[in-house]
């Protein structure tokens, strides 16, 4: 019965592609509507192929690797609850491809896990996502893997979520654009040392979440429209959140779901039309959370915590209704406080560079700008 | 030679004698001693005949006039008369006359209380009369003396009348009077061509042409031809009227339509009575306005050049079965021999002629190389053909030549009269000196004509006019030079440049012109190498010297146009340039000012052409100096100086208010002198415009250039322009794009944007390099470039990011419009050609054509990035070169790559509306 199988197999390969030594090579267009295994022989996927996913089909690539340029990934289906592409052990490279209403849950049917809700699982080995484009697909999920690289991405209208990195340990999620997404574009559990710079997050209902998190870097990042800019779940400490903008941000630009961890530090963030700034809810840490050099503009609340202390030195509130509200026990000692107009350059146009006589030009505390520029 | 010769004894005779000082100089006077005698009340004797009395009104004696009686020259006087006549003969008797047996030749002799003027012909005699009245000093005096003379070449200039003299009618009571004034004033440079009726043409009612015929006749009395310019069009619509059947639109017409504003020519070659109809009509048209032994050149289909000449391809059903694609030359032959055989048998003194199409002979000197046959079927052998099969005195007209042109021509065509018009210069200055080369029409044994087109473009430049007349009637002028089918007009040699013509033929026309009290200053004025077109439009003006610099017979209007010319330098625009400028400007305001005391007593002519200048000069200075000023501005920002950039713009701002306001008054003061600008003329780059320009460098000027982030969309400026429109429709497809038309390339309203695409080459230059480059560098702005403007030499663009695109060498052909993107999969561009790109050190090659060669480059130039694409954003009609009309977008490569651009630039990615 194996055999006959690995004799059917090879006919089915030698039809679609053919096989090399190490790989088998994917050109011009290829149906999977049936599970495909490659363990220990990777599969490349060249330019111009078309993959289209069908039923049941899906391909998992066991201690193998798996290397997709300039392709096109489609599905005339949704395979619920389960990977249409799953990488095991192995090295994955996905560079300049189109992928394309791959699905692995009904969209807009209650939530699915975010593992078993992405199309495409990474489980360990290292991984290169670069240049893709990824339109009304579930996400695309790391676990425990190192070496993510995520980059130049476009996840439009993702279902549930564009990226998912659990237990990931470094990973660099740069320069991607998240656009619509239904629900958490970017969504980040148990992750170390990640690197996550100079994304777009334009009308996501949360752009990122960050769940348990640390020793992170969270900088240049945007976030135009949607419910929530960043969301907290859990205890996560040592993170740095820098000149990250948000505009238009319906609920709030930071909200803490739960307590954070200790020695998070938010700086020179822009805060600009939003309904929050940070609604921080109860933090329990004994360690403060500082909040300098940021800027709030035309925001409904600045700081808002229910719970805990905060230290805000530097920081500035022009055409905030409340700048802050600490209940109950809460503090937020907010030394140095500018609230006159900071004379962004055309803040309507989203220019929120400063003029030559902004206030906030070196009133920092370090004496840097407070607000995005430096 | 020898008439160098006889001209240099002129000179001789001149200095020994102090004779009188003639313009154009003539072949041959001596003066003959004895004492000067007093014309100012002689009677005037002249035989009968229009050009004889012409001559008469010319004498400048207040004495009876009046027709010779019985054939007798009795008493003092001075007496006009053909040689031929026996009143003629007489005189040459009398005076011992050799009168030069030459076409509008004349003999006079001045001696006793007595003066013989006898023509050769009555043309003769009135160049005669007119020669004679520049013997005759202010007090009416005349020194005894002989003179012999003739032109070298028949058919002299070509004055317009609808861009130049009609404006010495406007505001006049008497308009008819006031356009015969000035025709005098072109009779009296001995020029004897005028054109431009615009006016008129066979749709205009019967009233008008006879108004204008009036004004031909009385300028064929002078000896002056109306060149008029007919078409093989069976039918034609224009401003005065349309004589095409009802149901005829350009739709429905089967054949070759040309449509341009002001009218519609319907065309084709297959019926011969619809031919004959249209030629009489013509003719009717010419009889009628007076026009009936005019200079007739008869236009053909304009378009196609040698590649399909007069679109043959797009002939009708009928035409083709009556010719094959091979017999365009037997098609022409037939319509020509129509229209020819009925001009001149209803107006048998005409002068019949075309610029058989294509009308380029240069185009004969193609490298060998590039003659294919259907070239060799479209010039010179259908060329040949016409010759054989055309009437011998029928003329062919062309661009002026160079000998080497001239050569191969005459292989082909051994003797027919040729009609050339200079190479239709678009001059900056007031005065030109290119004229010096219009003799080399000039051939042994030939009519030709000189006909200038250039000098007439926006007004009749009386002093160039002069020049040509120089030039013509005298072949061997002493400033004369042959046209060696080069450069024909140099704004480097021709406003101030040419020795010869700058010290001794420009004093001798202005003192002849304007009399010697205000010669000088018109002579500073007109040697200042001012240059107000190009104060007007400076890179517009740079662009087409280098584009005639590259190619002599480069014509705007035409892109076809080519010769063998070999590319020379390119004209720089500089700083100093401008500055040169201020300096010229100042001078003329001063002259003027001096002259204006002695420019009372002018004639009405003249005395509105002066005006034109004194109400100019103000403004040429005012502008001079605003455009220096920003040029410094925008040069102290590029090197990153904006505090000196802004002290200057500053200084300048309110020094521009007040030449604009010292220009003002004075045109305010002279509003009630009449002038020859124009109706309702105002200078165009007037103080609202210096002061916008001033003001958008000095916003650059206060600008601090600092990167910005993209915000939700990325904000995209682009220049505007055809593909500037095409782009910015393609952008505006992007939800995340917000793509707007920017109004300047000032670095404040760079400053607004993430990125910006500029396409098109009308920015001043110093802004250009200054700003762009600034915005990239220090704003960390994206720049997208077009087409030359990466840095093509031929362009006047020299590379603004070299470490992206060290170069921009040429210009490619790519008809197939075949091009690879980087990874090798290949791509079509919109147009059919594109500039080559040479990568910088920096430059990363993001396409090329399918040959391999770079034709966009992208990288990165300090804090922002840089994207040059040698390709436009233009949709070419069906592979040819014509651009689609309408509303296009961008497609294949060109779309893709102003995408990537703005990813590029940007970090974002674009999602289009709707996804």
Known sequence: MTRTLAIMLAV??????????????????????????????????????????????????????????????????????????????????????????????????????????????????????????????????????????????????????????????????????????????????????ADVRENRFTDCAVGMVNMSCCRCRFSGNSFFGGATGIAFRWAGGENLYSANLFEDVKGSAFTAIEAMGADNVFANNLVSRCGYGWSLGKQKSKRRIVLRDNAVSETGTGISIAEGEVDAPNNAFWKVRTPVVAKGEAKVSTPKMVTSDPLFKDPSRGDYRLNPDSPLLNAGVNGGNIGLYQ | MKARLAIGTTILALAAFAAPEFQPCVKEYRALGGREFDVSTLPVVHESGESLAAAAGEVPSCGERSEVADGKAEGKGIFVAVAASDFGK?????????????????????????????????????????????????????????????????????????????????????????????????????????????????????????????????????????????????????????????????????????????????????????????????????????????????????????????????????????????????????????????LKTRCPRALVGSCIYPYTFNALMTPESERSEKWKESMPEYWLNLDRNLDKDFFFSSWICGDAVMREIRKLIPSRQFHFSDTYPQSAGIFEAYHRKAA??????????????????????????????????????PESERFDGGTYYDCETDHAGNTVVFTETLPRICRTFWGRELAPAMEQVLASGIMPDYLLNPPGRVSYWNNVRRNATFDPLLSDATSAQK????????????????????????????????????????RRYFMSFVKMATYWLATAKARLAVRRGNALVGAGRSKEAAAILESARTEAERDYEVADVNMKALANEKDALGFRYAWPYGRDKALAEIDRALSSARVVLKPRRVGRVVKVGITAGESGEATKRYLDRFVNVKAEIMPSISLSELDKYDCVFVMDRKWDKDEFYANIRAYVERGAGGVYLEGPLAGNRRFDVRPV???????????????????????????????????????????????????????????????????????????????????????????????????????????????????
């Open chain 2, 90 to 342: 007489g005189l040459a008797r009398r005076f011992s006359l050799s009168v030069p047996e030459k076409p509008q030749g004349y003999a006079i002799a001045a001696k006793d209380g007595v003066v013989a003027i006898v023509g050769s012909d009555p043309v003769g005699a009135f160049y005669g009369a007119v020669t004679f009245r520049q013997m005759v000093s202010n007090g009416g005096k005349v020194e005894p003396g002989q003179v012999r003379d003739w032109p070298d070449i028949l058919y002299r200039g070509n004055v317009s009348i609808g861009r130049g003299l009609m404006r010495y009618a406007y505001g006049e009571k008497d308009r008819k009077a006031a356009l015969k004034s000035a025709i005098d004033e072109v009779a009296r440079l001995k020029l004897n061509m005028v054109c431009d009726p615009f006016l008129i043409s066979p749709n205009s009612p019967d009233k008008e042409l006879s108004w204008w015929r009036e004004i031909f006749r009385y300028a064929r009395a002078r000896g002056i031809y109306a060149n008029d310019y007919g078409s093989t069009a069976l039918y034609l619509r224009d401003n005065a009227g349309s004589n095409v059947p009802t149901g005829v639109t350009p739709k429905t017409w089967p054949c070759v339509h040309d449509h341009r504003p002001w009218g519609d020519w319907y065309y084709c070659w297959s019926d011969d009575a619809l031919a004959e109809a249209a030629a009489n009509r013509y003719a009717d048209y010419l009889l009628k306005a007076g026009m009936e032994d005019g200079i007739i050149v008869i236009h053909p289909v304009d378009g196609g050049f040698w590649q399909d000449p007069e679109m043959w391809s797009r002939r009708c059903a009928k035409c083709r079965a009556r010719w094959n694609d091979h017999e365009r030359w037997k098609a022409s032959a037939n319509q020509f021999g129509i229209l020819f055989r009925v």
């Open chain 1, 12 to 193: 089915v390969f030698a039809v679609m592609g053919f096989v090399s030594a190490d790989e088998t090579v994917w050109i011009g267009e290829h149906i999977v509507d049936q599970p495909l295994r490659f363990a220990r022989k990777g599969l490349s996927v060249r330019p111009g192929a078309k993959v289209v996913f069908r039923g049941e089909g899906r391909i998992t690539i066991e201690n193998a690797s798996f290397v997709a340029d300039g392709a096109a990934f489609e599905s005339d289906g949704i395979l619920t609850n389960a990977f249409r592409i799953s990488v095991s052990g192995g090295k994955m490279d996905m560079t300049r491809c189109r992928v394309s209403c791959v699905r692995s849950h009904e969209p807009s049917k209650g939530k699915a896990h975010y593992i078993f809700g992405a199309f495409w699982s990474q489980y360990g080995g290292g991984s290169r996502l670069v240049g893709n484009e990824f339109r009304g697909s579930s996400a695309v999920t790391y676990a425990n893997a190192t070496g993510v690289e995520v980059r130049d991405n476009l996840f439009l209208r993702s279902d549930r979520a564009g990226v998912c990195l659990f237990h990931v340990v470094n990973p660099v999620v740069v320069r991607n654009e998240f656009m619509k997404s239904v629900g958490d574009a970017l969504y980040l559990n148990a992750a170390e040392g």
């Open chain 2, 440 to 477: 080399t029409v000039w051939e042994a044994d030939s009519a030709n004509m000189f006909s200038n087109q250039g000098s007439e473009i926006l007004r009749v430049q009386w002093e160039s006019m002069a020049l040509i007349a120089d030039c013509t009637w005298n072949k061997d002028a």
């Open chain 2, 801 to 915: 990011f070299p470490e992206i695109v060290a170069a921009s060498p040429k210009q490619c052909e790519n008809f197939t419009q075949k091009a690879k993107r980087r990874d090798g999969s290949e791509a079509k561009t919109m147009y059919v050609d594109y500039f080559a790109l040479v990568p910088g050190n920096a430059g990363e090659v993001v396409a090329t054509a399918a040959d391999g060669t770079p034709l966009a480059v992208k990288g990165e130039v300090g804090l922002g990035k840089a994207f040059c694409c040698g390709t436009f954003n233009l949709e070419a009609v069906a592979g040819s070169y014509d651009i689609a009309k309408g509303e296009f977008s961008l497609s294949g490569l060109n779309a893709e790559l102003a995408k990537e651009a703005v990813e590029y630039f940007s970090g974002a990615k674009l999602v289009e509306k709707g996804e």
């Open chain 2, 567 to 606: 590319p020379v330098g390119q004209i720089v625009d500089t700083l100093e340039r401008m500055a040169a400028q201020v300096m010229a400007a100042e001078k003329c305001v001063a002259a003027l000012d001096a002259a204006r005391e002695k420019a009372e007593s002018l004639p009405a002519v003249k």
